[in-house]
């Protein structure tokens, strides 16, 4: 049984936030994590400043299953199953050795799988104290009165025998990105704080919501009652990449990357349970992590109580919204999404004025059943003029414009989209400000000189006209045009 509980599934990082979810529910405010390289007789320890546990609650901890998952819990426990220590030690190593000390004693208690497949006697037993050679890993130095450290050896999936030292520094990063994007609200200070190290160094917090750069749009907070207690909900629309600098691009990219990164975050009093899942959600067909919804991040909290009905696994790694409220969470998701779109398709310029006014747009999307067509905006001031002066050439201008509409590349731009994951460069962008100026002016002229608009209602309708509602300080800069003789309009 025990060995098949080892292909659970479990990585190196799952792993060890499992055993750092029972320092937290130990009420724990620093964890050193240790990796000590010694080739096949490398170890890892976890050592913390909690409450401690006693000879009897050591042999419970212990125990396979040593919690009914149905019963109720304190709103702190990051536990359910009674599994989490054994199992997520047991699926990286072969020996786990938990030492703790409370009450000015200390309790030394071990597994070792080797010795129970042997199938000697007493191999079902739990072993009292360090295995002979692992005194120095487990008698470690404390300066706390209460604590537990739990030893890992014969770390037959962690070091494999091909292993190298290298292998196992990049083993130390991969984990170290996944604690610190876990245990983020704990570190940052916003919850229960915590510290945790490895081999000496702090470990700094990964924030996938970019909460603090000021590009960052964040929704209001929606609260669900539930029968089981209040779902959270907060959507986020991360800035284009234009809005970051590169160290900032990178570190938002997360663990696994920006297109992995984008969905749902579901957390339990605090932890991270899921990274980046669309939950199953969509009308239909299930959404897929696409290119275009890269910017989007939504938090939800869940209580403990919730584990049932959101279908928590052992290894805290899936969850699926309960069917009563999918509905509700779908809606939300489906403006953070748009939303995300848009910023991702816009290279992070406004849609809109503060105002509110609503951006006359060149392109029409039309949908029909038979799928979308775009059309050229008729009402743009910049067609619109063509065609009221074109003449005897209008209907040229008109089937010159039915061609366009009929041949946009649309395959090739949306598969060079996906390749190269940027969109095609639009709204003048890097461009110089001399050529935005010079189409810009001719459009002013003729809204001023030819249409008798004045100055400043010109600018107002050009700031509300792509792609010049993305060039504000030109439109401004605009000079007030006074109509000379023979250019004002007739009466």
């Known amino acids: ?186 570190l940052d200070g916003s919850g229960q704080d915590l510290l945790i190290s490895i081999n000496g160094k702090r470990i700094a917090p990964w924030d996938p919501f970019l909460a603090s750069h000021p590009a960052t749009w964040t929704s209001p907070p929606v609260s669900i009652e539930t029968a089981y207690g209040v779902i959270r909900l907060q959507g986020h629309v991360l800035p284009h990449k234009d809005k970051l600098r590169a160290k900032e691009l990178e570190q938002a990219a997360g663990p696994d990357g920006w297109t992995a990164q984008q969905g749902f975050y579901v957390y339990r009093n605090q932890r991270l349970l899921l990274a980046g899942s669309w939950l199953g959600l969509g009308k239909g067909r299930s959404w897929t992590k696409e290119e275009s919804f890269r910017l989007a991040r939504i938090r939800l909290d869940i209580p403990n109580s919730a584990d049932a009905d959101w279908k928590i696994d052992i290894r805290k790694s899936t969850a699926r919204p309960p069917v009563a409220i999918r509905e509700r969470i779908a809606r939300l998701a489906e403006d953070i999404r748009d939303r995300a779109r848009k910023v991702f398709a816009h290279r992070g310029k406004p849609l809109r004025r503060t105002s509110g006014d609503e951006v006359g747009q060149a392109w029409l999307a039309e949908h029909f059943l038979g799928g979308i067509r775009y059309r050229v905006q008729r009402e743009h001031p910049a067609v619109k003029a063509v065609l009221e002066d074109a003449g005897d050439l209008s209907a040229q201008v008109v089937a010159m414009l039915r061609v366009l509409e009929e041949t946009i590349p649309v395959q090739r731009i949306w598969l060079d989209t996906a390749e190269a994951t940027e969109t095609p460069r639009t709204g003048f962008a890097d461009q110089p400000s001399e050529e935005v100026s010079g189409v810009l002016a001719v459009m002013y002229r003729n809204l001023v000189l030819r249409k008798g608009m004045s100055p400043s209602a010109a600018k107002r309708q050009l700031a509300l006209t792509e792609p010049f509602n993305l060039h504000l300080d030109l439109v401004e800069r605009l000079p007030d045009l006074v109509p000379e003789y023979g250019d004002s309009p007739s009466c």
């Open 1 to 186: 049984m025990i060995e098949a509980l080892r292909g659970l599934g479990y990585t190196s990082g799952t792993a060890l936030a499992d055993i750092i979810d029972n320092s937290i529910s130990a009420g724990a405010g620093v964890v050193d994590v240790t990796f000590g390289w010694a080739g096949q007789d490398s170890w890892v320890s976890v050592l913390d400043d909690g409450v401690g546990m006693d000879d009897a609650e050591l042999e419970s901890a212990m125990r396979l299953g040593d919690k009914n998952p149905i019963h109720d819990r304190e709103t702190t426990d990051l536990g359910r199953f009674g599994l989490g220590l054994k199992t997520a030690s047991f699926s990286q190593c072969r020996r786990l050795t938990v030492s703790s000390w409370k009450n000015a004693e200390e309790s030394v208690l071990r597994w070792d799988l080797d010795l129970l497949a042997a199938g000697d006697d007493g191999g079902w037993d739990l072993l009292e104290s360090a295995a002979p050679g692992s005194e120095t890993r487990v008698n470690v130095e404390r300066s706390t009165e209460t604590g537990t450290l739990v030893v890992w050896e014969i770390l037959d999936r962690l070091v494999p025998k091909s292993s190298t030292e290298q292998d196992f520094l990049e083993l130390i990063d991969r984990v170290e990105r996944h604690l610190a994007m876990v245990f983020h609200r704990y």
